[in-house]
Protein backbone atom coordinates (compact mmCIF):
# COMPACT_ATOMS: atom_id res chain seq x y z
CA UNK A 1 0.00 0.00 0.00
CA UNK A 2 1.46 3.19 -0.88
CA UNK A 3 1.21 6.26 1.44
CA UNK A 4 -1.25 7.91 -0.89
CA UNK A 5 -3.81 5.09 -0.24
CA UNK A 6 -2.91 5.15 3.48
CA UNK A 7 -5.77 4.63 6.23
CA UNK A 8 -6.62 8.26 8.01
CA UNK A 9 -4.30 8.79 10.79
CA UNK A 10 -6.09 8.52 14.01
CA UNK A 11 -7.27 11.21 16.48
CA UNK A 12 -4.21 10.50 18.63
CA UNK A 13 -1.58 10.47 15.81
CA UNK A 14 -3.51 14.00 14.04
CA UNK A 15 -1.41 16.33 16.38
CA UNK A 16 1.61 15.42 15.06
CA UNK A 17 0.88 14.56 11.19
CA UNK A 18 2.50 17.21 8.82
CA UNK A 19 3.64 19.30 12.31
CA UNK A 20 6.66 20.67 10.63
CA UNK A 21 4.54 21.86 7.41
CA UNK A 22 2.10 23.37 9.64
CA UNK A 23 4.57 25.15 11.51
CA UNK A 24 5.74 26.16 7.98
CA UNK A 25 2.19 27.59 6.81
CA UNK A 26 1.55 29.15 10.19
CA UNK A 27 4.87 31.29 10.26
CA UNK A 28 3.88 32.16 6.75
CA UNK A 29 0.60 33.67 7.36
CA UNK A 30 2.69 36.12 9.22
CA UNK A 31 3.59 38.03 6.22
CA UNK A 32 1.44 39.62 3.74
CA UNK A 33 0.84 37.03 0.98
CA UNK A 34 3.46 37.05 -1.93
CA UNK A 35 2.63 38.01 -5.24
CA UNK A 36 2.82 35.38 -7.86
CA UNK A 37 2.60 34.33 -11.09
CA UNK A 38 1.52 30.95 -11.76
CA UNK A 39 2.23 29.31 -15.52
CA UNK A 40 -0.65 27.89 -17.03
CA UNK A 41 -2.76 26.61 -14.28
CA UNK A 42 -5.05 24.86 -17.02
CA UNK A 43 -6.36 21.87 -14.90
CA UNK A 44 -8.28 20.52 -11.88
CA UNK A 45 -5.42 20.02 -9.29
CA UNK A 46 -2.85 23.05 -9.89
CA UNK A 47 -6.88 25.45 -9.78
CA UNK A 48 -7.23 24.00 -6.57
CA UNK A 49 -3.68 24.29 -4.90
CA UNK A 50 -3.90 27.65 -6.16
CA UNK A 51 -7.25 28.54 -4.54
CA UNK A 52 -5.97 26.53 -0.92
CA UNK A 53 -2.58 28.85 -0.92
CA UNK A 54 -4.72 31.85 -1.53
CA UNK A 55 -7.67 31.07 1.04
CA UNK A 56 -5.07 31.10 3.41
CA UNK A 57 -3.40 34.30 2.53
CA UNK A 58 0.31 32.92 1.55
CA UNK A 59 0.00 33.69 -2.08
CA UNK A 60 -1.79 36.54 -4.26
CA UNK A 61 -2.04 34.65 -7.43
CA UNK A 62 -1.72 36.23 -10.83
CA UNK A 63 -3.12 33.43 -13.14
CA UNK A 64 -0.93 33.31 -16.27
CA UNK A 65 -2.41 30.92 -19.66
CA UNK A 66 -5.34 30.91 -21.90
CA UNK A 67 -7.76 32.69 -20.44
CA UNK A 68 -10.57 30.98 -22.14
CA UNK A 69 -9.47 27.80 -21.10
CA UNK A 70 -8.83 28.68 -17.31
CA UNK A 71 -12.06 29.76 -16.57
CA UNK A 72 -13.77 26.53 -18.60
CA UNK A 73 -11.91 24.54 -15.88
CA UNK A 74 -12.67 26.67 -13.32
CA UNK A 75 -16.42 26.64 -14.21
CA UNK A 76 -16.26 22.14 -14.67
CA UNK A 77 -15.11 22.23 -11.21
CA UNK A 78 -16.83 25.19 -9.53
CA UNK A 79 -13.39 26.80 -8.62
CA UNK A 80 -14.20 30.30 -7.72
CA UNK A 81 -11.45 32.51 -9.73
CA UNK A 82 -13.48 35.61 -9.60
CA UNK A 83 -10.91 37.61 -7.86
CA UNK A 84 -7.83 36.38 -9.33
CA UNK A 85 -5.95 38.54 -12.07
CA UNK A 86 -5.90 36.30 -15.32
CA UNK A 87 -3.33 37.30 -18.06
CA UNK A 88 -4.02 35.90 -20.99
CA UNK A 89 -1.69 33.25 -23.07
CA UNK A 90 -1.43 31.44 -26.34
CA UNK A 91 -0.16 27.81 -24.89
CA UNK A 92 2.52 26.45 -22.04
CA UNK A 93 5.72 28.05 -23.49
CA UNK A 94 3.94 31.33 -23.93
CA UNK A 95 2.41 31.23 -20.27
CA UNK A 96 5.97 30.95 -18.89
CA UNK A 97 7.62 33.42 -21.20
CA UNK A 98 4.97 35.66 -19.57
CA UNK A 99 4.81 34.63 -16.53
CA UNK A 100 8.78 35.20 -16.20
CA UNK A 101 7.98 38.99 -18.32
CA UNK A 102 5.78 39.74 -14.51
CA UNK A 103 8.70 39.19 -12.56
CA UNK A 104 10.58 41.17 -14.64
CA UNK A 105 8.07 43.80 -14.79
CA UNK A 106 8.15 43.97 -10.42
CA UNK A 107 4.55 42.33 -10.76
CA UNK A 108 5.40 38.97 -8.77
CA UNK A 109 7.99 38.19 -6.59
CA UNK A 110 7.56 34.11 -7.35
CA UNK A 111 6.77 31.94 -9.57
CA UNK A 112 4.33 29.19 -9.46
CA UNK A 113 4.52 25.90 -11.79
CA UNK A 114 1.13 24.93 -13.35
CA UNK A 115 -0.07 21.91 -15.66
CA UNK A 116 2.98 22.69 -17.64
CA UNK A 117 6.33 20.60 -18.20
CA UNK A 118 8.95 21.47 -15.61
CA UNK A 119 11.38 22.12 -18.76
CA UNK A 120 9.09 24.84 -20.14
CA UNK A 121 8.96 26.44 -16.91
CA UNK A 122 12.22 26.30 -16.52
CA UNK A 123 13.36 26.83 -20.03
CA UNK A 124 11.80 30.53 -20.13
CA UNK A 125 13.74 31.30 -16.30
CA UNK A 126 17.22 30.52 -17.80
CA UNK A 127 17.10 32.24 -20.80
CA UNK A 128 19.57 34.50 -20.66
CA UNK A 129 18.17 37.83 -22.33
CA UNK A 130 14.94 37.48 -20.72
CA UNK A 131 15.00 35.29 -18.06
CA UNK A 132 15.92 35.32 -14.05
CA UNK A 133 19.57 34.32 -14.21
CA UNK A 134 21.55 35.34 -11.14
CA UNK A 135 25.66 34.68 -10.84
CA UNK A 136 24.42 31.53 -8.93
CA UNK A 137 23.65 28.29 -10.11
CA UNK A 138 19.87 27.31 -10.33
CA UNK A 139 18.82 24.09 -8.00
CA UNK A 140 16.34 22.43 -6.61
CA UNK A 141 15.76 22.19 -2.67
CA UNK A 142 13.32 19.05 -1.00
CA UNK A 143 12.07 20.29 1.81
CA UNK A 144 10.91 17.10 3.58
CA UNK A 145 9.13 16.49 6.36
CA UNK A 146 9.98 12.92 7.81
CA UNK A 147 7.50 11.96 10.73
CA UNK A 148 9.28 11.19 13.83
CA UNK A 149 12.29 13.40 12.56
CA UNK A 150 12.94 16.34 14.74
CA UNK A 151 12.78 19.08 12.38
CA UNK A 152 12.39 19.26 8.37
CA UNK A 153 15.11 18.07 6.03
CA UNK A 154 16.60 19.92 2.96
CA UNK A 155 17.42 17.85 0.25
CA UNK A 156 19.53 19.15 -2.95
CA UNK A 157 19.46 18.98 -5.82
CA UNK A 158 17.37 16.05 -6.65
CA UNK A 159 15.32 17.34 -9.71
CA UNK A 160 17.19 20.02 -11.84
CA UNK A 161 20.97 19.62 -11.75
CA UNK A 162 21.99 15.73 -13.08
CA UNK A 163 25.59 15.32 -12.58
CA UNK A 164 27.11 18.67 -11.05
CA UNK A 165 30.66 19.02 -11.00
CA UNK A 166 32.28 20.80 -8.11
CA UNK A 167 31.78 24.39 -9.09
CA UNK A 168 28.13 23.44 -9.26
CA UNK A 169 28.27 21.84 -5.91
CA UNK A 170 29.35 24.91 -5.04
CA UNK A 171 26.01 27.33 -5.75
CA UNK A 172 23.87 23.97 -4.78
CA UNK A 173 24.99 23.81 -1.60
CA UNK A 174 24.62 27.51 -0.50
CA UNK A 175 21.75 28.25 -2.14
CA UNK A 176 20.72 24.93 0.29
CA UNK A 177 22.18 26.74 3.14
CA UNK A 178 20.35 29.98 2.26
CA UNK A 179 16.90 28.70 2.36
CA UNK A 180 17.87 26.90 5.65
CA UNK A 181 18.37 30.20 7.02
CA UNK A 182 15.02 31.00 5.90
CA UNK A 183 12.90 27.96 7.16
CA UNK A 184 15.52 27.23 10.78
CA UNK A 185 16.30 29.14 13.60
CA UNK A 186 19.36 26.78 14.76
CA UNK A 187 22.54 26.12 13.28
CA UNK A 188 22.79 24.70 9.77
CA UNK A 189 24.10 21.63 9.35
CA UNK A 190 24.72 20.37 6.43
CA UNK A 191 26.24 16.71 5.30
CA UNK A 192 28.05 15.88 2.24
CA UNK A 193 26.62 12.44 1.15
CA UNK A 194 28.75 9.64 -0.50
CA UNK A 195 28.77 6.14 -0.25
CA UNK A 196 30.71 6.17 2.70
CA UNK A 197 32.25 8.24 5.40
CA UNK A 198 36.05 8.27 4.33
CA UNK A 199 37.27 9.42 1.18
CA UNK A 200 38.43 7.36 -1.28
CA UNK A 201 39.47 8.08 -4.96
CA UNK A 202 38.05 5.61 -6.49
CA UNK A 203 34.88 7.33 -5.60
CA UNK A 204 34.71 10.85 -7.05
CA UNK A 205 31.83 11.84 -4.70
CA UNK A 206 34.15 11.50 -1.65
CA UNK A 207 36.54 14.12 -3.36
CA UNK A 208 34.16 16.59 -4.15
CA UNK A 209 32.82 16.34 -0.62
CA UNK A 210 36.34 16.92 1.26
CA UNK A 211 37.27 19.83 -1.54
CA UNK A 212 33.48 21.36 -0.26
CA UNK A 213 34.43 21.01 3.53
CA UNK A 214 37.70 22.97 2.92
CA UNK A 215 36.22 25.29 0.37
CA UNK A 216 33.72 26.34 3.69
CA UNK A 217 36.31 26.13 6.20
CA UNK A 218 38.49 28.69 3.62
CA UNK A 219 35.15 30.87 3.41
CA UNK A 220 34.10 29.47 0.27
CA UNK A 221 30.50 28.69 1.19
CA UNK A 222 29.42 30.19 4.07
CA UNK A 223 26.52 30.34 6.73
CA UNK A 224 26.53 26.54 7.74
CA UNK A 225 29.16 23.73 9.17
CA UNK A 226 29.46 21.23 6.42
CA UNK A 227 30.84 17.61 6.78
CA UNK A 228 31.30 15.03 4.03
CA UNK A 229 31.53 12.39 2.79
CA UNK A 230 28.96 11.11 5.24
CA UNK A 231 26.63 8.24 4.60
CA UNK A 232 22.96 8.59 5.18
CA UNK A 233 22.82 6.47 8.32
CA UNK A 234 26.20 8.68 9.45
CA UNK A 235 24.42 11.88 8.40
CA UNK A 236 21.38 11.68 10.42
CA UNK A 237 21.52 8.87 13.30
CA UNK A 238 23.73 10.09 16.47
CA UNK A 239 23.61 6.07 17.12
CA UNK A 240 25.30 5.54 13.49
CA UNK A 241 27.61 8.27 13.89
CA UNK A 242 28.45 7.31 17.35
CA UNK A 243 28.70 3.14 16.49
CA UNK A 244 31.84 4.55 13.53
CA UNK A 245 33.37 6.96 15.84
CA UNK A 246 32.72 9.78 13.70
CA UNK A 247 33.16 12.80 15.83
CA UNK A 248 32.15 15.70 14.10
CA UNK A 249 29.17 18.55 14.79
CA UNK A 250 27.12 17.44 11.74
CA UNK A 251 27.24 13.76 12.06
CA UNK A 252 24.05 12.57 12.93
CA UNK A 253 22.83 15.99 12.96
CA UNK A 254 21.97 17.32 9.54
CA UNK A 255 19.05 19.41 8.65
CA UNK A 256 20.75 19.73 4.74
CA UNK A 257 21.57 16.80 2.88
CA UNK A 258 23.78 17.41 -0.51
CA UNK A 259 23.55 14.31 -2.50
CA UNK A 260 26.30 13.27 -4.79
CA UNK A 261 23.67 13.38 -8.15
CA UNK A 262 20.14 13.86 -9.27
CA UNK A 263 19.62 9.94 -9.25
CA UNK A 264 20.72 9.86 -5.85
CA UNK A 265 18.55 12.67 -4.30
CA UNK A 266 15.32 12.09 -6.53
CA UNK A 267 15.65 8.20 -5.05
CA UNK A 268 16.58 9.25 -1.33
CA UNK A 269 13.66 11.64 -1.68
CA UNK A 270 10.92 9.48 -3.43
CA UNK A 271 12.02 6.56 -0.61
CA UNK A 272 11.20 9.01 2.26
CA UNK A 273 7.89 9.79 0.81
CA UNK A 274 6.52 6.18 -0.07
CA UNK A 275 8.36 4.57 2.58
CA UNK A 276 8.21 6.69 5.00
CA UNK A 277 5.33 8.65 5.35
CA UNK A 278 7.09 11.88 4.87
CA UNK A 279 5.73 14.91 2.29
CA UNK A 280 8.06 17.41 0.11
CA UNK A 281 7.70 20.44 -0.54
CA UNK A 282 9.53 21.66 -3.94
CA UNK A 283 11.23 24.93 -4.66
CA UNK A 284 14.08 26.57 -7.03
CA UNK A 285 16.10 28.61 -5.75
CA UNK A 286 19.51 30.63 -7.90
CA UNK A 287 16.76 32.80 -9.33
CA UNK A 288 15.90 35.84 -8.84
CA UNK A 289 12.57 34.82 -7.38
CA UNK A 290 11.99 31.53 -5.56
CA UNK A 291 10.21 29.10 -8.34
CA UNK A 292 7.26 27.06 -6.45
CA UNK A 293 7.55 22.94 -8.05
CA UNK A 294 4.42 21.24 -7.57
CA UNK A 295 3.20 17.94 -8.57
CA UNK A 296 -0.22 16.27 -9.44
CA UNK A 297 0.40 13.90 -6.92
CA UNK A 298 1.33 15.82 -3.84
CA UNK A 299 -0.37 16.23 -0.96
CA UNK A 300 -2.52 19.25 -0.10
CA UNK A 301 0.02 20.09 2.75
CA UNK A 302 2.74 19.41 0.72
CA UNK A 303 1.66 21.84 -2.00
CA UNK A 304 0.78 24.28 0.81
CA UNK A 305 4.09 23.97 2.12
CA UNK A 306 5.74 24.54 -1.28
CA UNK A 307 3.98 27.98 -1.46
CA UNK A 308 4.67 28.97 2.46
CA UNK A 309 8.65 27.91 1.47
CA UNK A 310 8.81 30.36 -1.15
CA UNK A 311 6.40 33.20 0.84
CA UNK A 312 9.11 32.97 3.56
CA UNK A 313 12.01 33.08 0.99
CA UNK A 314 10.29 36.14 -0.46
CA UNK A 315 9.33 37.67 2.58
CA UNK A 316 13.10 37.44 3.47
CA UNK A 317 14.51 39.07 0.47
CA UNK A 318 11.72 41.72 0.63
CA UNK A 319 13.32 42.64 3.93
CA UNK A 320 16.70 42.33 3.09
CA UNK A 321 16.22 44.71 0.26
CA UNK A 322 14.40 47.29 2.51
CA UNK A 323 17.20 46.94 4.75
CA UNK A 324 19.79 47.37 2.03
CA UNK A 325 17.98 50.85 1.59
CA UNK A 326 17.58 51.82 4.76
Not at 27 to 33: G, K, T, V
Not at 272 to 290: E, H, M, R
Request: charged residues 25%; aromatic residues 2%.
Amino acid sequence: MSVLDAPAPTQTTTVRDHEKFHRLVARAQQNPPARVAVAHPCDKSSLEAVLSAADLKLIEPILVGPEQRIREVAATNNIDISRFDIVDAEHSVDSAAKAVALVREGKAEALMKGSLHTDELMGAVVKRDTGLRTARRISHCFVMDVPDHDEPLIITDAAVNIAPDLKGKVDITQNAIDLAHVLTPGDIKVAILSAMETVNPDVPSTLEAAALCKMADRGQITGAQLDGPLALDNAISPEAAKIKKIDSPVAGKANVLVVPDLEAGNMLAKSLSFLAGADAAGIVLGAKVPVILTSRADSEIARLASCAVAQLVAAARRADASAAIQ
